[in-house]
């Protein structure tokens, strides 16, 4: 496709929304079902009583961020930011929420909790998902180590993939072509390229689930510098699930992944450089649930191995990690009042390093197996009471077996009270929870780079949230939360021994989230919008992290075929360290301030057929030019267009 039909094609695809989307509007019944959440109790809550406020990014939202990656999705909403989601597709991501990092995050797949032991704070790569591949997204905010363990101190964020299909057969194909282009380079190149393909459905009481995905990326640089080579990224995903249904009180399925890239990176800041990293991860694991009166019993596990791989870099190496999870509980529903979770969570894990020494020209063994490797094992209880008269109330603790630690005791209580008015209610929710995160393997045992140290203690920390919620006909929610975090032994980098260390002061941060969504004119507008405010003059690192934040969207249902929507996001200035100018004696970098910057994004989609729908999308419309880490480029105005066919 010429550069010029494609342009065409793209701006036919605006005019199509308006113009052939201007259809009769068949009248249909439209049930309204209570939103339904899970995350912050394991039982499947009405979400009136929910003591937390659970953002969840629905089926239909994800349809509608086809071609974009699972981190761009999930910076859309109150409290997330995820710096370099507009950069190059291989950029590193920064994720932080409410003042805490990665590792003070923890991403869960199908009720697995996912992490790489070889990275330096333990965490997951959300590089390594597609977006087509997964059902829906639930975020859960506040300390929740109670029912998730080490890491979940700021926020937990639940990744549900596709089910597959009641029909015997079906299939579902996806593909876009796209631009990737920076502010300066508009000639709308065909540089990005996105196909899933997937085939499931069940046979009597067999369910099958197989998908195939792809991702090209190339064309933008990723240090900010004049005349520097592209950087390409490429991305494959294979997923496979194969259940079966005794009957209606028992079912399990088996499931494996292998999710690897490649990406292309420069040197350094407005360095150019040919340099390339790998990672890849496999993994396997089953899924088992005995329903019997009252209750039931699931238990879930997975086997992974990750590896990661700097060969043609300044510094070659190679990282290499094994994660062993799995979580069993039992939930009971003592009467129609009271429901209770009892479990074991258990982790093991294990890395090595191999890297070049400096008087070498072979890989070598620097850190080993056998010696970075600890285990966790951790019996949980959570309660949730449902009254009659509008006072819920959600508690529990987790007691710690740590290989490497002493044991310790987090526990949670959550109490809310809702006032209901007819189709109408108002909420008022408080929490108090504590958390604690593990140093990393990493962090404990790192020789190769300096950076290990053997003595650093867990970090330890407590949220107090305090808010209120109000739903109008479930067509119209707004929720309000002040949250109040401190960490204790917060872990450090420190720029003169290259060690680790753990923090003599408390770290210490608040904030208010902000979400308002509403449908009108026969919920065919949509408008939704969160803010959420950082007070990053408390932390004493808050390296690009923004003060204020702002996502906005509105979309219309413009025909019974065609929807169409933009969408705003708004972060203000940040700060980021600049390692060209560093103090001589310290070798502390100089802090530079990073300006605001506001993206506007158009998306439209029309059913052609039953089975076939296109859609077109336009990010950065305005070209805004900007930085999300200082001295590394972002993306410009962008095209894309699919499509998505099922069967």
Same mark, same amino acid.
Request: hydrophobic share 35%; glycine share 8%; aromatic share 12%.
């Given at each position: 496709?010429?550069?010029?039909?494609?342009?065409?094609? &793209?701006?036919?695809?605006?005019?199509?929304?308006?113009?052939?989307?201007?259809?009769? +509007?068949?009248?249909?019944?439209?049930?309204?079902?209570?939103?339904?959440?899970?995350?912050?109790?394991?039982?499947?809550?009405?979400?009136?009583?929910?003591?937390?406020? &659970?953002?969840?990014?629905?089926?239909?939202?994800?349809?509608?961020? +086809?071609?974009?990656?699972?981190?761009?999705?999930?910076?859309?909403?109150?409290?997330?930011?995820?710096?370099?989601?507009?950069?190059?597709?291989?950029?590193?991501?920064?994720?932080?929420?409410?003042?805490?990092?990665?590792?003070?995050?923890?991403?869960?797949?199908?009720?697995?909790?996912?992490?790489?032991?070889?990275?330096?704070?333990?965490?997951?790569?959300?590089?390594?998902?597609?977006?087509?591949?997964?059902?829906?997204?639930?975020?859960?905010?506040?300390?929740?180590?109670?029912?998730?363990?080490?890491?979940?101190?700021?926020?937990?964020?639940?990744?549900?993939?596709?089910?597959?299909?009641?029909?015997?057969?079906?299939?579902?194909?996806?593909?876009?072509?796209?631009?990737?282009?920076?502010?300066?380079?508009?000639? !709308?190149?065909?540089?990005?390229?996105?196909?899933?393909?997937?085939?499931?459905?069940?046979?009597?009481?067999?369910?099958?689930?197989?998908?195939?995905?792809?991702?090209?990326?190339?064309?933008?640089?990723?240090?900010?510098?004049?005349?520097?080579?592209?950087?390409?990224?490429?991305?494959?995903?294979?997923?496979?699930?194969?259940?079966?249904?005794?009957?209606?009180?028992?079912?399990?399925?088996?499931?494996?992944?292998?999710?690897?890239?490649?990406?292309?990176?420069?040197?350094?800041?407005?360095?150019?450089?040919?340099?390339?990293?790998?990672?890849?991860?496999?993994?396997?694991?089953?899924?088992?649930?005995?329903?019997?009166?009252?209750?039931?019993?699931?238990?879930?596990?997975?086997?992974?191995?990750?590896?990661?791989?700097?060969?043609?870099?300044?510094?070659?190496?190679?990282?290499?990690?094994?994660?062993?999870?799995?979580?069993?509980?039992?939930?009971?529903?003592?009467?129609?009042?009271?429901?209770?979770?009892?479990?074991?969570?258990?982790?093991?894990?294990?890395?090595?390093?191999?890297?070049?020494?400096?008087?070498?020209?072979?890989?070598?063994?620097?850190?080993?197996?056998?010696?970075?490797?600890?285990?966790?094992?951790?019996?949980?209880?959570?309660?949730?009471?449902?009254?009659?008269?509008?006072?819920? &109330?959600?508690?529990?603790?987790?007691?710690?077996?740590?290989?490497?630690?002493?044991?310790?005791?987090?526990?949670?209580?959550?109490?809310?009270?809702?006032?209901?008015?007819?189709?109408?209610?108002?909420?008022?929710?408080?929490?108090?929870?504590?958390?604690?995160?593990?140093?990393?393997?990493?962090?404990?045992?790192?020789?190769?780079?300096?950076?290990?140290?053997?003595?650093?203690?867990?970090?330890?920390?407590?949220?107090?949230?305090?808010?209120?919620?109000?739903?109008?006909?479930?067509?119209?929610?707004?929720?309000?939360?002040?949250?109040?975090?401190?960490?204790?032994?917060?872990?450090?980098?420190?720029?003169?021994?290259?060690?680790?260390?753990?923090?003599?002061?408390?770290?210490?941060?608040?904030?208010?989230?902000?979400?308002?969504?509403?449908?009108?004119?026969?919920?065919?507008?949509?408008?939704?919008?969160?803010?959420?405010?950082?007070?990053?003059?408390?932390?004493?690192?808050?390296?690009?992290?923004?003060?204020?934040?702002?996502?906005?969207?509105?979309?219309?249902?413009?025909?019974?075929?065609?929807?169409?929507?933009?969408?705003?996001?708004?972060?203000?200035?940040?700060?980021?360290?600049?390692?060209?100018?560093?103090?001589?004696?310290?070798?502390?970098?100089?802090?530079?301030?990073?300006?605001?910057?506001?993206?506007?994004?158009?998306?439209?989609?029309?059913?052609?057929?039953?089975?076939?729908?296109? !859609?077109?999308?336009?990010?950065?419309?305005?070209?805004?030019?900007? +930085?999300?880490?200082?001295?590394?480029?972002?993306?410009?105005?962008?095209?894309? &267009?699919?499509?998505?066919?099922?069967?």
């Amino acid at each position: 496709m010429s550069k010029k039909a494609f342009f065409v094609t &793209i701006f036919l695809m605006m005019v199509f929304s308006f113009v052939f989307g201007q259809e009769i +509007q068949t009248d249909e019944v439209v049930n309204e079902l209570d939103e339904v959440v899970i995350s912050d109790s394991k039982f499947s809550l009405k979400r009136e009583q929910s003591g937390k406020v &659970i953002t969840k990014i629905t089926a239909k939202e994800l349809e509608r961020s +086809q071609g974009q990656s699972v981190a761009t999705v999930l910076a859309k909403t109150a409290g997330v930011f995820i710096n370099g989601v507009s950069s190059v597709a291989g950029q590193d991501l920064g994720v932080y929420v409410r003042g805490g990092r990665n590792r003070q995050v923890v991403i869960r797949i199908d009720g697995v909790t996912v992490s790489d032991p070889s990275t330096s704070s333990g965490d997951f790569d959300l590089r390594l998902l597609s977006v087509n591949q997964i059902q829906e997204i639930e975020i859960l905010k506040g300390a929740s180590s109670t029912l998730y363990g080490s890491g979940a101190a700021a926020a937990v964020i639940n990744i549900i993939t596709k089910s597959e299909s009641k029909k015997k057969i079906s299939a579902n194909f996806q593909s876009s072509i796209g631009t990737n282009q920076s502010q300066e380079d508009q000639d !709308y190149d065909i540089n990005e390229f996105v196909n899933l393909a997937s085939i499931n459905g069940t046979l009597g009481k067999v369910s099958y689930l197989g998908s195939i995905g792809n991702q090209f990326s190339d064309g933008l640089s990723a240090a900010e510098v004049e005349g520097a080579e592209s950087d390409a990224f490429s991305k494959f995903n294979v997923y496979a699930k194969l259940g079966y249904r005794w009957n209606d009180n028992f079912r399990f399925h088996f499931f494996g992944n292998l999710d690897q890239y490649k990406n292309d990176f420069d040197t350094a800041a407005e360095i150019d450089g040919n340099h390339q990293f790998e990672s890849q991860q496999l993994r396997v694991g089953s899924f088992w649930e005995l329903k019997y009166p009252k209750g039931s019993f699931t238990f879930v596990n997975s086997i992974a191995s990750l590896e990661r791989d700097f060969i043609q870099s300044g510094f070659p190496s190679k990282y290499e990690g094994n994660i062993h999870t799995f979580d069993a509980y039992n939930k009971y529903n003592l009467n129609s009042r009271l429901y209770t979770v009892v479990g074991a969570n258990g982790l093991y894990s294990k890395f090595s390093l191999q890297n070049i020494p400096f008087d070498s020209t072979n890989l070598e063994e620097t850190i080993s197996d056998t010696d970075a490797e600890f285990d966790i094992i951790d019996p949980y209880v959570n309660v949730v009471y449902v009254s009659g008269f509008g006072f819920h &109330i959600n508690a529990g603790a987790r007691y710690n077996i740590h290989s490497t630690y002493d044991n310790h005791v987090v526990y949670n209580i959550n109490p809310s009270y809702t006032q209901v008015f007819g189709d109408n209610y108002i909420k008022g929710l408080a929490s108090y929870s504590t958390a604690y995160i593990t140093p990393s393997l990493f962090q404990l045992y790192d020789t190769a780079f300096l950076t290990g140290n053997p003595d650093l203690k867990p970090e330890e920390s407590t949220t107090i949230e305090g808010g209120v919620e109000l739903s109008h006909k479930k067509k119209t929610m707004v929720s309000v939360v002040y949250f109040n975090r401190k960490s204790e032994n917060f872990i450090m980098f420190n720029p003169n021994t290259f060690a680790n260390f753990n923090s003599p002061e408390d770290i210490k941060v608040d904030g208010v989230e902000v979400e308002v969504s509403t449908v009108v004119l026969e919920d065919k507008l949509s408008v939704k919008g969160n803010y959420t405010y950082t007070n990053i003059d408390k932390l004493e690192d808050n390296i690009r992290i923004p003060e204020h934040m702002v996502n906005a969207s509105i979309g219309y249902q413009i025909g019974e075929k065609t929807y169409a929507s933009l969408n705003y996001q708004y972060n203000t200035k940040r700060t980021d360290n600049d390692f060209t100018n560093v103090d001589p004696i310290t070798f502390t970098p100089t802090q530079i301030t990073l300006d605001g910057y506001g993206i506007l994004d158009f998306y439209s989609s029309h059913r052609l057929l039953k089975n076939l729908t296109i !859609y077109a999308a336009m990010h950065n419309i305005t070209n805004e030019d900007y +930085q999300e880490i200082l001295g590394f480029s972002t993306k410009g105005r962008n095209a894309r &267009i699919g499509i998505n066919l099922e069967f």
